[in-house]
């Protein structure tokens, strides 16, 4: 089955930009999306259609994508970022396909 | 505001039953696919079901078909899954969803989720 791969886990300084990716081979014909997942809580949609942000999520929350690599960057991360970060993409026959999932750590 | 509630949640043995429950509030509930998405402890998010604004279209997980079958009452804004033959790896927080994209009759992607239902399998 089709999957989407992402690191394990990424770590960075406040105040740094960290770049998450999210690799799979029918994202050039699929939008990604991005979602925060923090414990306790339900995960919140931060990036749709590979690059849109929805009212409420903080700038400093981008999404782009290049060929079959899907990237959500975070510019001057805030300690409150640390999270799990879920990729979402389409698979085939209206079913759904997420990534493993990153964890980020902010040092 | 929109509100999603999920209930029925709980502890079952492997090969029972168990069915949730998702009022939902704060939109128009029959414009919108609806979704269950499960996470297991420690593991990622995975997609179960999703079921069109007039519950014509449904779509499984290949993990859950055939033992879970999602429907919906619009008339009383409410989403259920019901979950047979349960396993030992159907434990986990069950979510209800709510589609972002009005267009399609198959799940897209989730802007809206409810807190979620706890489910145990276990002996």
């Known amino acids: 089955s089709y999957e989407l791969t992402q690191p394990p886990s990424v770590s960075v300084s406040p105040g740094q930009t960290v770049r998450i990716t999210c690799s799979g081979d029918?994202?050039?014909?699929?939008?990604g999306y991005w979602y925060q997942k923090k414990a306790g809580q339900a995960p919140k949609l931060m990036i749709y259609k590979d690059n849109e942000r929805p009212s409420g999520v903080p700038e400093r929350f981008s999404g782009s994508s290049s060929g079959t690599v899907f990237t959500l960057t975070i510019n001057g991360v805030q300690t409150e970022d640390g999270a799990d970060y879920f990729c979402?993409?389409?698979?085939?026959?209206?079913?759904?396909?997420f990534g493993g999932g990153t964890k980020l750590t902010v040092l | 505001e929109v509100h999603l509630v999920e209930s029925g949640g709980g502890l079952v043995e492997p090969g029972g039953s168990l069915r949730l429950s998702c009022g939902a509030s704060g939109f128009t509930f029959n414009s919108y696919t609806m979704n269950w998405v499960r996470q297991a402890p420690g593991k990622g998010l995975e997609w179960v079901s999703s079921?069109?604004?007039?519950?014509?279209?449904?779509y499984y997980a290949d993990s859950v078909r055939g033992r879970f079958n999602i429907s919906r009452d619009n008339a009383e804004n409410t989403l259920f899954l019901q979950m047979d033959s349960l396993r030992v790896e159907d434990t986990g927080i069950y979510y209800c969803?709510?589609?972002?994209?009005?267009?399609?009759?198959?799940?897209?992607?989730?802007?809206?989720w409810g807190q979620g239902a706890l489910v145990t399998v276990t002996s």
């Open positions: 979402q993409s389409l698979d085939t026959n209206g079913t759904v396909v």
């Open positions: 029918r994202l050039p014909k699929e939008y």
């Open positions: 079921i069109s604004g007039s519950g014509l279209y449904i």
């Open positions: 969803v709510r589609d972002g994209n009005t267009i399609v009759v198959t799940a897209d992607y989730f802007d809206f």
